[in-house]
């Protein structure tokens, strides 16, 4: 199965705006969800939904009337998971060039229609890079368990 990245572009809207007068961050997250969605749901074939988003880091804010790109990208498959990495990119619609913006890593699970999860095609690292993206989710993947372990006492 080919891994195309999936990829959005927009403007981002007043609608968007934080009190400081640049895109909020829940709207990126919101992005980013339905851009990690598409890429899972195209991936499995089937209904998925976001059981982990991680290490989301905004680098730099972007600012209304930006055009916005969201690129979502499978970098690891479990059984029913799809481990993603998203990048959010923008640039003045006068510039270019579109700058990095925010990183994460999220990850979903294929379900049916009664929430029972579902096998999902493995995805096989066959370049350098994608060599590396699949090192760097199972090391995710790894500490994940780790702030886990140290969360317990107090959930």
């Known amino acids: 199965m080919q891994n195309k990245p999936i990829t959005f ?25 339905q851009a990690g969605y598409a890429c899972a749901t195209t991936w499995s074939g089937n209904y998925s939904v976001t059981v982990y988003v991680g290490g989301i880091r905004f680098y730099d804010p972007i600012k209304i009337g930006e055009v916005v790109k969201v690129d979502a990208q499978v970098i690891y498959t479990g059984t029913s998971s799809m481990h993603i990495a998203i990048n959010v990119f923008s640039r003045n619609l006068k510039q270019p060039n579109f700058e990095k913006k925010t990183h994460c890593i999220i990850v979903f699970v294929a379900v049916d229609e009664n929430g029972k999860k579902l096998p999902v095609p493995k995805w096989i690292p066959t370049t350098e890079e994608e060599k590396q993206q699949e090192i760097y989710a199972k090391r995710l993947m790894e500490l994940r368990t780790q702030i886990e372990d140290e969360m317990k006492p107090f959930l």
């Open 9 to 33: 572009q927009f403007i981002s809207e007043p609608s968007d705006v934080n009190y400081g007068g640049n895109v909020h961050g829940g709207s990126v997250m919101k992005w980013i969800d």
